[in-house]
């Protein structure tokens, strides 16, 4: 079977791409003549902590999520109009992401945590069910996924997707009490959605 899905690929690593890159332009460095010796630089650094935690968290959520993406797509080999408009609403959020990262820059550190920090989670929130979707509209029929991919891979990916989910609105129901709490959540995720990619990879091989 000829694969029919690579001008999608394309067009999403392109705006995976282009995402990840946004988040750069909230690291700032200060006005030159308000820096007058190291000291003063190392203290303007150590106060725009929020901003790097940021940062890192957000790309680290992009760059795992382009992983994760690009996995599935080894198993989709046809398109049809769901599939791409289910991947248009990844992108969508994905693209949407810089916005909710640099509201968490500037406000996490002050009353508004628990606002910015439940706005942040909830964007996650929306793109894994998105990609729940993505997943359940390619594979709802065989013959848009990969010729031989067996029915345990099919539902082992389903379900990778899925319990995810549960984890991701615990963290955005939990920033409203303690939200630093939801962004060690939205770590914890690092690791399984890492490790998530994995059992995709090891599906394509059944």
Known sequence: MEKETGRIEGFSDGVFAIAITL???DLHVPEKDSIKSGNDLLIFIKNQWPTFLAFILSFFSIFIMWVNHHKIFK???TRNTGIMFANGLILFLVSAVSYPTALLAQYFNDEASSAVVAIYTGIFVLINLAFNLLWYLASKN????????????IRKIHNNYLYGLP???FALVFSFWIPAI???IILGLWIFW???SG???MSMKE
């Open 75 to 77: 198993q989709i080999y």
């Open 199 to 201: 059992k995709i990879e």
């Open 194 to 196: 890492a490790l998530s």
């Open 167 to 169: 984890i991701y609105i």
């Open 142 to 153: 065989k013959k848009h996924l990969r010729p031989g991919i067996s029915d345990i891979a």
């Open 182 to 184: 939801s962004l060690l």
């Open 23 to 25: 988040l750069v332009l």
